[in-house]
T-cell receptor, first 114, second 116 residues
C-alpha cells in the first residue's frame, strides 16, 4: 500500500535559520506529491506540489523536489520566519486504480522562535 | 465565502447515537473527499465522490459509516451507533475534478466530533 513517512516534530528553529523537513514515500506507480500546511486555528491548505519526477514545487520561499530515485520530497526554506510556525504535512496521491484520496504523513510541527 | 464549509464545527454526542456531518464544497467542484484526523496524526482518507457517485469508499472503517452526495454538491457523512473511538476531526475537501491525482484538494475547517 501507499505510505508517507516524515520527520517527527516538534522542530524548533530560530528566525532566519535554514529549514529542512524530510519526507519519504512508498507508492505503486507514479504518484503526485504535495506539502500541505496547517497554521494555528486554520484549515489545511496546499503549500506546493509536484506531479512528476524531478519537478520542483515552490511557494512562499519553500521548495521541494520530487526525487524518484530516493522516493523523497523534502521541504526546504532558506530563511524561516516566525509566521512559518505551523504543522506541515507531506502527502501523495496515487495515480490510477480509481482512488484519488491523499495519503498523508503524520505531520511535523514547526516552531520558529524570534 | 468561496471555500469549503462544514457544519457543525463541533459535535458532542453520546456513545450509540447517530450523527450527520455536512460538507458544502466549492461551487463547480465535481470531486469531494472525506478524511478523518485523529489527534497527532495526519488525515486519513475515508471516501471520495465524483459527481453523485462514491468512486472509492475503501477508507470507510466499517459499515457504521456512510456518505451521500445526492445532487452532486453537498455531501453528508453519516455515522451510526457512534463509539468513543470515532472521536476525531472530520475533514472535507473538494477539487475541480478527480483526474489522475494531480488536482489540488481544498479543505474545509473540519467538524470536531467528540463521542462521550
Amino acid at each position: 500500500g501507499n505510505s508517507v513517512t516524515q520527520m517527527e516534530g516538534p522542530v524548533t528553529l530560530s528566525e532566519e535559520a535554514f529549514l529542512t523537513i524530510n519526507c519519504t514515500y512508498t507508492a505503486t506507480g507514479y504518484p503526485s506529491l504535495f506539502w500541505y500546511v496547517q497554521y494555528p486555528g486554520e484549515g489545511l491548505q496546499l503549500l506546493l506540489k509536484a506531479t512528476k519526477a524531478d519537478d520542483k514545487g515552490s511557494n512562499k520561499g519553500f521548495e521541494a523536489t520530487y526525487r524518484k530515485e530516493t522516493t523523497s520530497f523534502h521541504l526546504e526554506k532558506g530563511s524561516v520566519q516566525v509566521s512559518d510556525s505551523a504543522v506541515y504535512f507531506c502527502a501523495l496521491s496515487a495515480l490510477g486504480g480509481g482512488a484519488d484520496g491523499l495519503t498523508f504523513g503524520k505531520g511535523t510541527h514547526l516552531i520558529i522562535q524570534p | 465565502g468561496a471555500g469549503v464549509s462544514q457544519t457543525p464545527s463541533n459535535k458532542v454526542t453520546e456513545k450509540g447515537k447517530y450523527v450527520e456531518l455536512r460538507c458544502d464544497p466549492i461551487s463547480g467542484h465535481t470531486a469531494l473527499y472525506w478524511y478523518r484526523q485523529s489527534l497527532g496524526q495526519g488525515p486519513e482518507f475515508l471516501i471520495y465522490f465524483q459527481g453523485t457517485g462514491a468512486a472509492d469508499d475503501s477508507g470507510l472503517p466499517n459499515d457504521r459509516f456512510f456518505a451521500v452526495r445526492p445532487e452532486g454538491s453537498v455531501s453528508t457523512l453519516k455515522i451510526q451507533r457512534t463509539e468513543r473511538g470515532d472521536s476525531a476531526v472530520y475533514l472535507c475537501a473538494s477539487s475541480l475534478t478527480a483526474g489522475r491525482g494531480q488536482e489540488t484538494q481544498y479543505f474545509g475547517p473540519g467538524t470536531r466530533l467528540l463521542v462521550l
